[in-house]
């Protein structure tokens, strides 16, 4: 479920600190322009409400999901909402096993080789790499090398549309996006904004 949407469109939106009464026009405004993944962390305001009000509103090709996620309680909550992919922004194997086991799409964060092939054995479906600030395209280039090919390796961390094309060559394969996508406060507009300059700079590489 989770490769089916990322080939529709390997870019994450990551709506950190939205809302419940202003998540659906947002994610509306994403699915308009193509994004078919959105993540709620789960340290956002009453994230659980958020994922809740997505899972029942959002298309069945868009895969709606947690972020933030810490523990295997919080799968299960994330699960129980509607949430169908776990993104964590560390690479604990206890988390990732119960997330598979209870049938979701798991997108460890991981920072060195060690940890991308423990999450990697553990059942990661991609792997985020975070924070991107830290790993550069030139480290991107080294792990892809050792990687198995089909994984998707999705930076993340101050993302830009600028910024996207050194990581695609060396190598990545999506991008969770951020801040420079949504921050609280903005409007639908504006993010739909946004979220197209990041549709264009993917589809022109």
Known sequence: ??????QQLPLVAILRGIKPDEVEAIADALYTEG???????????????????????MPEDALVGAGTV???DAVRDVQIAGGRVIVMPHADVA?????????LACVPGVATPTEAFAA?????????????ELVTPAVVKAVRAVLPRELRLL???GITPDTMAPYRKAGAAGFGLGSALYAPGMSA??????????????RAY
């Open 1 to 6: 479920m989770l490769e089916q949407a990322l």
């Open 35 to 57: 994004f078919r993944v959105i993540e709620v962390p789960l340290n956002s305001p009453q994230a659980l409400d958020s994922i809740g009000r997505l899972a029942r509103r």
């Open 70 to 72: 810490l523990s295997a």
């Open 95 to 103: 988390v990732i096993r119960v997330a598979k086991a209870r049938g």
């Open 120 to 132: 990697l054995h553990a059942g990661a479906d991609a792997l985020k790499l975070f924070p991107a």
């Open 155 to 157: 930076p993340v961390g």
């Open 189 to 202: 507009g504006d993010v739909a904004a946004r979220a197209r300059a990041f549709v264009q700079a993917w």
